[in-house]
């Protein structure tokens, strides 16, 4: 073998593990921060799901959805802060092939399943405020684990296939990811093949996990603005309204900036933004979920207090009986 072909060949080998940039500067403060919201996080989607189970008044399919909605969150978050907080606390920030490509393939299952989820909430309300009288019938708890299932059903074959695809190119350029965790964008940044045929498969694929069941949640929110629009009562336009209120905010926020990143072109000044919107959909509407969800929701609250005077309960007549 000459020289010019031992150079080619070194060039063109593929790297067998990735260097996660992130943000490097004030390590500690940063552990500090992740860990409080990673508990945070787990605490208070943990609370939600245990409420929502425990209680009798709130075994309906809105609350079907919404605790599966905090399991999916809390499973969410785990693919990537844990390891975000280890590199922290190592200062080794390497990532091996194998487990980079794990962990987005989990990013974007959950990812995608959290986008037909919520368009199934959606669903749920326009049944509930649109035909009342039929919804029981209509929302079933078949139905309900069917939607739930169906959405990872989904997500999972067209997640598993877009894996193969990226992991099959080489990555030649640079070993660095500048990203708290791998993701699509930054990787195929590194591949030193044409990837535009990648490029067009992840602009349809975004498109079929984001714009098609953002269409399907905006349809029924036309739908559910006219039903409300036509109550005779300012009172129940209101509480109507309030029903539906916690889980726009999380689609305007969730499907905002998974748009963005996914969607928008890619440019210089892109990859920064990306950085900061990806803490957005994967730190932060998580942590916000449950406040989302139950500051006004009084079903929630007083299902809480109801959860806390049984434990009070049992705590004393443990220690009478002691």
Do not use: W
């Not at 999380?250 to 072109?265: D, K, N, Q, T």
Request: net charge positive; glycine share 4%; proline share 5%.
């Amino acid at each position: 073998m000459d020289l010019g072909q031992a150079n080619y060949k070194q060039n063109h080998s593929t790297v067998q593990e990735f260097i996660l940039l992130g943000y490097q500067e004030y390590p500690a403060l940063l552990f500090t921060v992740f860990l409080a919201t990673y508990t945070a996080i787990l605490l208070g989607n943990g609370l939600i799901v245990v409420v929502t189970t425990l209680d009798p008044a709130l075994q309906t399919p809105m609350y079907f959805f919404l605790r599966s909605l905090s399991g999916l969150e809390m499973s969410y978050t785990s693919v990537t802060l844990p390891k975000m907080m280890a590199n922290l606390v190592s200062g080794d920030h390497s990532i091996s092939l194998p487990a980079c490509a794990s962990q987005l393939f989990f990013l974007i299952f959950l990812g995608g399943t959290e986008c037909f989820l919520l368009a199934a909430m959606a669903y749920d309300r326009y049944l509930a405020i649109c035909l009342p009288l039929r919804y029981m019938t209509i929302m079933s708890r078949r139905a309900c684990v069917a939607m739930v299932a169906g959405s990872f059903a989904i997500s999972l074959p067209m997640q598993l296939v877009q894996i193969g695809i990226i992991f099959s190119l080489p990555f030649c350029r640079s070993n660095e990811i500048d990203h708290f965790f791998c993701d699509i964008p930054p990787l195929l940044s590194l591949a030193c093949a044409d990837i535009r045929s990648n490029e067009l498969a992840v602009y349809i694929e975004s498109t079929t996990f984001v714009i098609i069941p953002f269409l399907l949640i905006l349809a029924s929110y036309v739908q559910i603005t006219k039903a409300i629009l036509r109550m005779p009562s300012a009172t129940g336009r209101q509480r109507t309204f309030s029903t539906c209120s916690s889980h726009l905010t999380v689609v305007i926020l969730f499907y905002g900036s998974a748009a963005i990143v996914y969607l928008r072109p890619k440019t210089p000044e892109s990859v920064k933004v990306n950085k900061l919107l990806s803490l957005l959909y994967t730190i932060i509407i998580p942590l916000c979920n449950p406040l989302i969800y139950t500051l006004r929701n009084r079903e929630v609250k007083t299902a809480f207090r109801r959860l806390l005077g049984r434990k009070r309960t049992l705590e004393v007549g443990t220690k009478i009986m002691s």
